[in-house]
């Protein structure tokens, strides 16, 4: 039996398979590190089950990441436990009410879960688009309010600042092996089951494509180049050149924040607070040594900027690159699309005996809403500075005389 540390630590090395076989896009090595952090979480929680006793104490099941369940949730999870332990294997729950599609109030959950836990999807427009298929988008920010008559260029000016994002481009699908012990347990436990496999799964597809996805049935990464002259090739945006720092002062914040003031519609916007994405070993062996003073008492202080700056550490981040931007510069919307969200079984892949796994799919979209946001750095020479501060001289008081 895994200590709740070790069974921590097992998942944190399953996520990061789940990253590297999402960089990879191997979708058979997607799918199986899937399947293995669900089997871990599903673990985890039949073993935490089995030391918790009966109570309805809210504050004790919302420390366990167990919620109180709505009526509809409670008849939704119900069902589909009944339907999942049938002897014959049901491909889709058409059967039930819902279809099998998992009530919008879990999937809110799992978005605020997402949020809570993940800065960079908290940093950016993360948006629940729900059954949605198309979302209007402002690409170029506030547009100026005009004095005169409303005259052709206006309109074409205005109608140029929004765009319809279809919503059901990119798909994205998360396995879970669902083991007759897990079932036992009930609607509550099922349902945490289900929304910690989601909401650590898809935020670990979409930080991976929110970083650098090609644009090929996947979002436009914060990397590419997404500008009026940007050329694909066979549907995949292209990587910016990376631009080389070699360190973090003053003169390197203000050229590269330059660029990010200036704004998509030909004009310049205010930029009072940036983003600067790296990944963890980059951050520890690089960023955190550029920005650790020592003060005078011998202590030391981290995350010294010349500018307003929210260090996000992403493991989607390749080494010795780095990304500064605009946060709310970049959409991402994800819901059921107009037929996602369905749980349903899955016999594609075969990883673990006598399991079912069943998978859901979510669909969406995302991309930079336009190409100054944010920058592409090359940190692979940033080089640490020693920065101390000293007192010189020393004030003798009257009380001291």
């Known amino acids: 039996m895994l200590s709740k540390d070790t069974a921590q630590v097992k998942k944190a090395e399953l996520l990061t398979s789940l990253t590297s076989a999402l960089k990879e896009g191997d979708e058979e090595k997607m799918a199986k590190a899937f399947a293995d952090y669900a089997d871990a979480v599903q673990k985890s929680i039949i073993q935490e089950a089995a030391y918790t006793t009966d109570t309805t104490d809210k504050a004790v099941l919302a420390s366990r990441g167990l919620r109180q369940l709505t009526t509809k949730e409670t008849k939704f999870y119900e069902n589909l436990i009944k339907s999942m332990k049938a002897a014959a294997v049901q491909k889709d729950f058409t059967g039930l009410d819902s279809d099998g599609v998992l009530p919008e109030t879990v999937i809110e959950s799992v978005f605020d879960d997402i949020r809570q836990n993940h800065p960079l999807l908290s940093a950016i427009q993360f948006v629940n688009t729900s059954a949605a298929v198309k979302f209007v988008v402002n690409k170029q920010g506030p547009q100026s309010a005009v004095w005169g008559a409303l005259n052709s260029e206006i309109t074409k000016e205005l109608s140029g600042a929004v765009a319809i994002k279809d919503m059901t481009l990119c798909k994205l699908t998360a396995w879970m092996p669902l ?223």
């Open 179 to 401: 083991s007759l012990d897990m079932l036992d347990l009930g609607p509550v436990w099922v349902d945490r089951y289900v929304r910690e496999v989601l909401s650590e799964s898809v935020a670990a597809g979409l930080e991976s494509a929110i970083v650098d996805g090609d644009g090929n049935n996947k979002p436009i990464g914060m990397t590419r180049d997404v500008s009026s002259r940007a050329v694909t090739r066979g549907g995949e945006y292209q990587q910016k050149s990376a631009t080389a720092i070699t360190d973090l002062s003053p003169t390197t914040f203000g050229t590269i924040t330059a660029k990010m003031a200036a704004a998509p519609n030909g004009g310049t916007r205010v930029v009072d607070h940036v983003i600067l994405l790296v990944n963890p070993v980059d951050y520890l062996q690089k960023v955190m040594p550029c920005t650790t003073v020592q003060a005078a008492d011998g202590t030391y202080r981290t995350g010294i900027f010349p500018f307003p700056t929210t260090v996000i550490q992403s493991a989607a981040v390749p080494s010795n690159k780095a990304i500064m931007g605009l946060g709310n510069r970049y959409f991402m919307g994800l819901g059921v699309g107009g037929s996602g969200g369905k749980i349903e079984y899955s016999d594609e892949f075969k990883f673990l005996e006598d399991i079912r796994t069943y998978k859901i799919k979510l669909y969406g979209n995302g991309e930079p809403l336009d190409n100054t946001a944010f920058q592409y750095l090359d940190i692979s020479k940033l080089e640490p500075v020693n920065l101390k501060v000293e007192v010189k001289g020393t004030v003798t008081t009257k009380a001291e005389a």
